[in-house]
Structures are given as structure tokens and as C-alpha cells.
């Protein structure tokens, strides 16, 4: 959640990121084990989904979400969103394919609060 109201025609950023794992596959010849060597390369693993939502404070259900970011070909997810009405909001981050284990990941985000408002024209 956020410390503060959002105050309206304010914006919020919200940026979300995780690293794709991948295995190492050693060339013929290279000894070092589980060590990167000239000639070794990286085979990519399926990535995990993860999904970012912004919503009203006290939402029980992402079709709640006033914005959100769900694509599945990155791992990275953004929402620049203009604010509808000073309130209280709050942003999800939601692993879509649990079964692959917990998804380590970073986020940031900044946002106009009634603590820090606009300049007026």
C-alpha cells in the first residue's frame, strides 16, 4: 500500500523486474564445473509470469485494478498511470505459474502524494 493519498491527476510509476533463469551448458572439453569457460553457453529456462496490478486500497480481486501490466514474453512489467480521484491505493505483484517455486524480484515505483502535491499552473 501506499503511505499516502494519491492525489488526482497526479501520475505513479510502477516498474517490476526478475532475472529468467537459465542452465549452463559446458562446451566438450571445459572443466570447470558449474564455472562459465570461453566456448560455454546459457539454454534459457520457460520464464515465470509475474503480473503487476494497481488497485484501490482494500481490493479483494485483480479485476479490480484500475491499471495493470500482464504480458508474458518479458520479465519486466510497467504501469504509468494517470490517478482518477484522490484515494488510497495499493499495487499487487502476482506469480501467474506458482508451480515453477517463488520468483525473486525487484520493484519501484514513485507517485504524487497529498504529502508531496503538483505545483499549480
Same mark, same amino acid.
Given at each position: ?19 529468467? $533463469? ?10 570447470? $564445473? ?44 510497467h504501469i ?34 497529498? $504529502? ?6
Amino acid at each position: 500500500m501506499f503511505e499516502k493519498k494519491l492525489l488526482q491527476d497526479g501520475y505513479v510509476a510502477i516498474t517490476l523486474a526478475w532475472d529468467r $533463469h537459465v542452465d549452463l551448458v559446458k562446451q566438450k572439453g571445459n572443466n570447470k $564445473h558449474g564455472e562459465f569457460e570461453d566456448g560455454d553457453t546459457f539454454r534459457g529456462k520457460a520464464l515465470v509470469n509475474l503480473d503487476l496490478y494497481l488497485l484501490p486500497k482494500g481490493a479483494k480481486l485483480s479485476n479490480q485494478a484500475i491499471a495493470r501490466s500482464i504480458s508474458t514474453k518479458y520479465s519486466a512489467e510497467h504501469i504509468f498511470f494517470k490517478i482518477p480521484k484522490t484515494a488510497e491505493y495499493e499495487f499487487w505483484v502476482v506469480q501467474v505459474d506458482a508451480g515453477n517455486g517463488a520468483q525473486p524480484y525487484g520493484v519501484a515505483w514513485w507517485a504524487v502524494s497529498d $504529502h508531496c502535491p503538483p505545483k499549480k499552473k
